[in-house]
């Protein structure tokens, strides 16, 4: 007896999924811009924003757009993540050429490299190179098959990673000018193993390498840790741990009152598949 094939996946209209990537775009330009620019927020309570933000985004992405996003995620995993620890390499010594900043010590650079290096690496590679790789999957409708097809996905990707990237830095201050030249070279870079397998993990890999080198290395560089500055930020000390605590606490009410729409687009309360008798009429 042969196995049940996977049900075929139905994929979003093509101009439905580049209003999803203007939308990212825009919000990844949004978020630094008036967090670092409008409000000067307390690093950390900025990133918690940050984060938030664009995890918010990107689930309703995955949930709304219908797709079986992991079985397309299980394709060529591991040669992805071969190839990001590859580039993991030519990233940490990138940054270690740099010269070295001071940085804290103690339980605090404990909490700084899972907080900026291992978050804040991964939810940046979540937006600045799997969703440019998932979009152009999406374009695509998944067909990855033959050299032809396997150059215009890597073409596709490396574009809308570029394009997302720049959006993302240009929201800060510091790379507004020809610093944003060094981010867009690691969109390049980054990208690599997405372009070569048509899988983003190895990408993530890298990127998390990156960060955590940079939180033990370039604490305070102008580069790979944005926003960059020292001194006193809005809602620093006691007034940011309040703030943040209300944040986590409000965004918690918001997810699980609109989860149903956030997810699905429908209203209410999912529908009880149980409670239906076999006719389709709910029960007395």
Do not use: C, K
């Not at 997302?164 to 020809?178: D, I, K, N």
């Not at 926003?227 to 943040?244: I, K, N, Q, T, Y």
């Amino acid at each position: 007896m042969s196995a049940a094939r996977p049900a075929p996946i139905r994929w979003p209209s093509r101009p439905a999924v580049l209003g999803w990537f203007a939308g990212g775009t825009l919000l990844a330009f949004v978020i630094p811009w008036a967090g670092t620019d409008l409000m000067d927020l307390n690093r950390d309570l900025y990133y918690l924003v940050h984060f938030t933000l664009v995890l918010s985004f990107l689930a309703v992405f995955l949930a709304r757009t219908g797709v079986p996003w992991s079985r397309l995620l299980r394709r060529r995993l591991g040669w992805s993540l071969g190839l990001g620890a590859l580039v993991a390499v030519v990233a940490v010594t990138n940054v270690l050429r740099d010269p070295a900043t001071p940085r804290p010590d103690g339980a605090y650079l404990g909490f700084e490299i899972l907080w900026r290096g291992v978050v804040y690496g991964a939810v940046d590679a979540a937006v600045l190179y799997v969703f440019p790789a998932l979009v152009a999957l999406a374009l695509m409708r998944g067909d990855t098959a033959g050299l032809g097809r396997r150059l215009v996905f890597a073409a596709l990707t490396l574009l809308l990673a570029v394009v997302v990237v720049g959006a993302y830095h240009l929201g800060y201050e510091q790379f507004r000018g020809p610093a944003l030249l060094a981010p867009e070279i690691g969109a390049v870079q980054f990208s690599l193993p997405t372009v070569l397998t048509a899988n983003p993990a190895g990408s993530v890999v890298a990127h998390v390498a990156a960060h955590v080198t940079a939180v033990l290395h370039q604490y305070e560089g102008p580069t790979y840790l944005p926003p960059a500055g020292e001194g006193p930020r809005l809602l620093d000390g006691a007034p940011g741990a309040v703030v943040a605590g209300v944040w986590v606490l409000l965004t918690a009410v918001v997810w699980w009152r609109g989860r149903h729409w956030l997810l699905t687009g429908s209203r209410g309360a999912a529908p009880d598949r149980a409670g239906a008798g076999r006719s389709g009429a709910p029960r007395p």
